[in-house]
């Protein structure tokens, strides 16, 4: 009998997995919110899996320890008759393992992964790592572009520098938190704002996408923000367990001290702390000796503490997947747990768009409001508006997709997704009428508007990657990439002229990646209005 019987969205997961492998499909991702069980649900497709695999094992990739030890354990408890080996640092236990559990950085060792032989399945756990070339190396020497099946699980599919187009073929099942919450599977969660008037994000730059870590521990320090969120735990969180988030070790280490002055337990953790005594810290979260942990992005991955109640989030970020991360820390039910709190650290103004509760679910559910629950405030919105709600839910999968790529895509106002590949040509995508589909197109301005070879409507990943490989094709890559190190520069005068002069405004702070964006915009938008496209 099965320690853990599957829940019915987790059959739905592995089923969706298997016919994905089963038409021709073999990387495929799926999206499950934190506090969903992915490991019950890699550790059942393991189990199941194996009796199809003609005597070839399955090989289980994670990048921390703590994950590594959690999939093993959870692949004993589904089958205490499972022979479950570990490969990582000096345990090399494969050679009579059913399922091999493995560190990506013994993997990256070509004659450590090389001793392993056999291998039918593969499962990525935090599969949104899966693009950096450690994870490419080791899954291309285990035949993932080969005809392995490959699975892919995570609870954010946002890494900016890969997406899904790049490894993962297709997501083939996808969870909301807001569907978890409303099966009782997480609890609901509340958001409230510390604004701290000292606290200037708009002196910290941005990097890769998101506010850069020692800056914005700088910032955190100087402001006095670390005592005002002491302060804020003990006035709306004084009895609950939680977890503070900070963006460097040094802060952690600060949001301890400044939580023990207010009364209140508090402990940091970090990456470099030695394992014994992270486990001893983490041992006394858990017996209720420490009521808070502060950390520096080591809890966002394997921390299974289900009685944490309340997530601080002292490291703002721009980036909805890293949010989320963070915050499901918190939604995990427990005995006598009614909702989780989620404590966001604002400056009193800043340009950045930060990410929130709201972020926590893919629907669009409008802004937070102060007392009302993630729940409340979309039934809300819910009621206000059913049809619009709907579509919007849609809209926001599809943008999601898009966020995930390397490539510059951008937007008309009228909706028209495109890539800019030079003054002079450009890529788009058209809505295939009455359906979910959508046909590529190329615009030159020789030439105007003409399809591909191969007219057909695709389903949007399909779409989207067949597009964005047709931009590596045509244009440089400095082009086309959301990362190109000119986009981070000042304006020129030049752009900021041109944009004056087509009546553009150009928001305080904008970099010259921005300030392109709005030109192309503007230009495309213009001769996409001028043309009349035939129906698709």
């Not at 799926?30 to 890699?42: E, S, W």
């Not at 510059?408 to 002079?424: S, V």
């Not at 405004?505 to 009349?532: C, E, H, K, T, Y």
Request: with cysteine; net charge neutral; charged share 25%.
């Amino acid at each position: 009998m099965n320690a853990f019987t599957p829940r019915p969205y987790q059959r739905d997961a592995i089923d969706a997995l298997r016919n994905g492998w089963a038409t021709g499909q073999n990387r495929l991702a799926v999206v499950l919110p934190t506090g969903a069980g992915k490991t019950v649900v890699f550790s059942h497709l393991a189990h199941q899996m194996l009796d199809s695999l003609g005597g070839r094992r399955a090989l289980v990739i994670a990048h921390r320890e703590e994950l590594i030890e959690q999939a093993a354990s959870k692949l004993l408890a589904v089958d205490p008759m499972l022979r479950v080996g570990i490969v990582k640092a000096q345990r090399d236990d494969h050679h009579d393992a059913d399922v091999i559990v493995a560190s990506v950085q013994t993997l990256a060792v070509p004659r450590r992964r090389e001793a392993i032989r056999d291998i039918g399945l593969v499962i990525v756990d935090e599969c949104h790592h899966a693009a950096a070339r450690t994870y490419m190396e080791v899954l291309a020497h285990f035949g993932a572009w080969r005809g392995v099946p490959v699975a892919g699980f995570t609870a954010t599919m946002t890494r900016e520098d890969g997406g899904l187009a790049e490894v993962w073929e297709d997501v083939v099942f996808r969870l909301d938190i807001l569907d978890m919450i409303s099966d009782g599977y997480l609890c609901d969660v509340r958001g409230k704002r510390i604004t701290v008037d000292t606290l200037d994000l708009n002196k910290v730059r941005t990097r890769g996408g998101d506010l850069v870590e020692g800056q914005l521990g700088k910032a955190l320090e100087d402001s006095g923000a670390l005592d005002a969120i002491a302060k804020a735990y003990r006035d709306h969180a004084v009895d609950r367990p939680g977890v503070v988030f900070t963006p460097t070790v040094a802060t952690a280490q600060a949001a301890a001290e400044s939580l023990r002055a207010v009364g209140i337990t508090a402990a940091p953790v970090w990456g470099d702390m030695g394992r014994d005594e992270r486990r001893a810290t983490l041992a006394r979260y858990s017996a209720g000796e420490v009521q808070v942990l502060t950390n520096c992005m080591v809890l966002t991955e394997g921390f299974d503490a289900p009685h944490t109640s309340c997530a601080v989030i002292a490291r703002p970020t721009k980036s909805a997947g890293l949010y989320v991360q963070m915050a499901g820390r918190a939604l995990r039910p427990a005995p006598g747990k009614t909702d989780a709190l989620l404590l966001d650290v604002m400056g009193a103004s800043t340009r950045h768009k930060l990410a929130s509760m709201v972020d926590l679910t893919a629907r669009e559910v409008g802004q937070a409001e102060e007392g009302k629950s993630l729940r409340e405030v979309a039934e809300e919105a819910a009621a206000a508006e059913k049809r619009r709600v709907l579509a919007a839910r849609v809209e926001a999968e599809e943008i999601n997709l898009f966020g995930q790529s390397t490539i510059r895509w951008l937007r008309t106002q009228d909706g028209t997704w495109f890539i800019r590949l030079t003054g002079a040509m450009f890529l788009f995508l058209v809505r295939d009428h009455g359906t979910r589909l959508y046909r590529m197109r190329r615009w030159t301005e020789a030439h105007g508007v003409h399809p591909p070879r191969d007219d057909v409507a695709r389903p949007l990943p399909e779409a989207l990657a067949w597009l964005e490989q047709q931009a590596k094709v045509l244009a440089p890559g400095a082009f086309v990439s959301r990362q190109a190190r000119w986009r981070s520069g000042q304006p020129s005068p030049k752009q900021v002229g041109l944009c004056r002069r087509l009546g553009i405004a150009v928001p305080r702070g904008a970099s010259a990646g921005d300030v392109a964006d709005l030109i192309d915009q503007d230009r495309v938008g213009r001769v996409l209005g001028q043309l009349i496209l035939p129906a698709a």
